[in-house]
């Protein structure tokens, strides 16, 4: 079946850059998304990536797809207390309505 | 502004009781999903709807019903027969092959 792996936490200093990485079975998958979650919120879609592509960069987001591996990643550049959160990593096959999530990452940045 | 409102933010039941979860959306979205999020284990599917008068069980809907009588509304139910409802629940929309949006959240506590 389909399966979303996260690792559980990912520790960072201010200021360095966080990379949190997923990886998915699914090779069907059309749709990649990461979504962030702060305390007691719902989440936010902070971006997405097709599957024909190998990369995309929104500001201090940076998203790489390595399609073979089945291998995606979200690089946070000069992370700061304000990405402290748990980040989620999300596929979906075109066509399906139902995303798969990954059990989310939580970010812990430290001064 | 567009958005999803889950209503409401806190709910607080006895065991034994019935309870419903508010979901509304006007964005104008096709479909209307519901989660469950419990610590270290992610979200979990436990309706959705593509369309109006339709919806279909997730992975989790023992213990749960759910009605779609108007596009913008997908109250959920949470009935007695659930035997762990204490939980973050989630509502999401999204149009049709584009990215999940959520609420954010209720938190249901049954004691």
């Known amino acids: 079946g389909e399966d979303v792996e996260q690792s559980l936490f990912l520790s960072v200093r201010e200021g360095d850059s966080s990379v949190i990485n997923c990886t998915y079975t699914d090779s069907s998958s059309t749709y990649l998304y990461w979504y962030k979650q702060e305390p007691g919120a719902g989440l936010q879609l902070l971006t997405y990536i097709f599957s024909n592509m190998d990369m995309k960069q929104d500001q201090r987001l940076t998203v790489l797809l390595n399609k073979k591996d089945k291998h995606l990643s979200l690089r946070i550049a000069d992370t700061q207390t304000g990405d402290s959160a748990i980040y989620f990593c999300?596929?979906?096959?075109?066509?399906?309505?139902?995303?798969?999530f990954g059990r989310g990452t939580s970010l812990i940045v430290h001064p | 502004d567009g958005g999803i409102t889950q209503s409401p933010k806190y709910l607080f039941r006895k065991e034994g009781q019935n309870v419903t979860l508010s979901c509304e959306q006007n964005l104008n979205h096709d479909a209307m999903y519901w989660y469950r999020q419990d610590p270290g284990q992610g979200l979990r599917l436990i309706y959705y709807s593509q369309i109006v008068n339709d919806f279909q069980k997730g992975d989790i809907a023992e213990g749960y019903s759910v009605s779609r009588e108007k596009k913008e509304s997908f109250p959920l139910t949470v009935t007695s027969a659930q035997k762990n409802p204490t939980a973050f629940y989630l509502c999401?929309?999204?149009?049709?092959?584009?990215?999940?949006?959520f609420g954010n959240g209720t938190r249901l506590t049954v004691t």
């Open positions: 999300a596929e979906r096959a075109g066509g399906s309505y139902i995303p798969t």
């Open positions: 999401a929309s999204s149009p049709q092959d584009s990215p999940l949006h």
